[in-house]
């Protein structure tokens, strides 16, 4: 399990997403991507749980993984909108973050990328937002994966610091996910298990947030979070 300091936080939040809302605001807590950030999508909340809209889909999303579907990219290529739906929590924020949530996952597919998302430092504003993310793949297949992502800013122009794919990395309903980023060492956790770790000093503070994948279509209500609960620290 996740440890946190042994001191007081310097700002809490924790939700189980009671109000239906499109998109979430929770009393003007939450900046979303397509509200407040323009260039990607909204963070919507129905029954309980916090998943993403329908993205643009106008460049649909292409990897090397869906070779096997006849719709690879190149080995190393990734293309796409990447308008995540993303929000991310208002007001000042400790640089040390811990995040939690538990996983809502049905109908699991490997056909598109369905991903919970942790988002931590991040910083969103018109056409801007960067920060990082810590994210597990909704399929408990050989394809699952866990990685961890810079956002640079601009849509689209994001750093991939790890990936790691396997069976082990998948994630499924009621998984709890955990991520924290103490100093320079970002982290992430299935059911209180330690999965990825890596090391990066580009982004020095910014708010926690969630996000969920692009280019799912009509797939988004099938997964999402049933909860979210965050404590940052200076």
């Given at each position: 399990?996740?440890?946190?300091?042994?001191k007081?936080?310097?700002?809490?939040y924790?939700t189980?997403?009671?109000?239906?809302e499109?998109?979430?605001?929770?009393g003007?807590?939450?900046?979303n991507?397509?509200?407040?950030?323009?260039?990607?999508?909204?963070?919507?909340?129905?029954d309980g749980?916090?998943y993403?809209?329908?993205?643009?889909?106008r460049?649909?999303?292409?990897?090397?993984?869906?070779?096997?579907?006849g719709?690879g990219?190149?080995?190393?290529?990734?293309?796409?909108?990447y308008?995540?739906p993303t929000?991310?929590?208002?007001?000042?924020?400790?640089?040390?973050?811990?995040?939690?949530?538990?996983?809502?996952?049905?109908?699991?597919?490997?056909?598109?990328f369905?991903e919970?998302q942790i988002?931590?430092?991040h910083n969103?504003?018109?056409?801007?937002c960067?920060?990082?993310?810590?994210?597990f793949?909704?399929?408990k297949t050989?394809?699952?994966?866990?990685?961890?992502?810079?956002?640079n800013?601009k849509n689209g122009?994001?750093?991939?610091?790890?990936?790691?794919?396997?069976?082990?990395y998948?994630?499924q309903?009621?998984?709890?996910?955990e991520a924290?980023?103490?100093?320079d060492v970002?982290?992430?956790?299935?059911?209180g298990v330690k999965m990825i770790?890596?090391?990066?000093d580009?982004?020095k503070?910014?708010?926690?947030?969630?996000?969920?994948?692009?280019?799912?279509?009509?797939?988004?209500?099938?997964?999402?979070f049933?909860?979210?609960e965050v404590?940052?620290?200076?």
């Amino acid at each position: 399990m996740m440890e946190l300091p042994k001191k007081t936080p310097t700002r809490s939040y924790k939700t189980d997403f009671k109000r239906n809302e499109a998109p979430i605001s929770e009393g003007g807590m939450w900046l979303n991507g397509r509200k407040d950030g323009i260039d990607w999508c909204d963070v919507l909340v129905r029954d309980g749980v916090a998943y993403g809209e329908v993205s643009r889909m106008r460049a649909a999303e292409r990897r090397a993984e869906q070779a096997v579907l006849g719709a690879g990219a190149a080995v190393g290529a990734a293309e796409g909108d990447y308008d995540d739906p993303t929000a991310v929590l208002t007001g000042k924020w400790g640089k040390d973050q811990y995040g939690k949530a538990h996983v809502f996952s049905r109908n699991q597919t490997d056909k598109c990328f369905q991903e919970v998302q942790i988002r931590l430092r991040h910083n969103m504003s018109a056409h801007f937002c960067n920060g990082y993310e810590v994210f597990f793949r909704c399929l408990k297949t050989d394809a699952g994966y866990a990685e961890i992502v810079r956002w640079n800013g601009k849509n689209g122009d994001f750093t991939s610091l790890k990936k790691l794919v396997g069976l082990h990395y998948g994630v499924q309903d009621g998984d709890l996910i955990e991520a924290s980023i103490v100093g320079d060492v970002i982290t992430g956790y299935v059911n209180g298990v330690k999965m990825i770790s890596v090391v990066d000093d580009k982004v020095k503070s910014g708010a926690p947030g969630i996000g969920f994948n692009f280019g799912v279509g009509n797939t988004n209500v099938d997964h999402g979070f049933k909860d979210f609960e965050v404590h940052t620290y200076d």
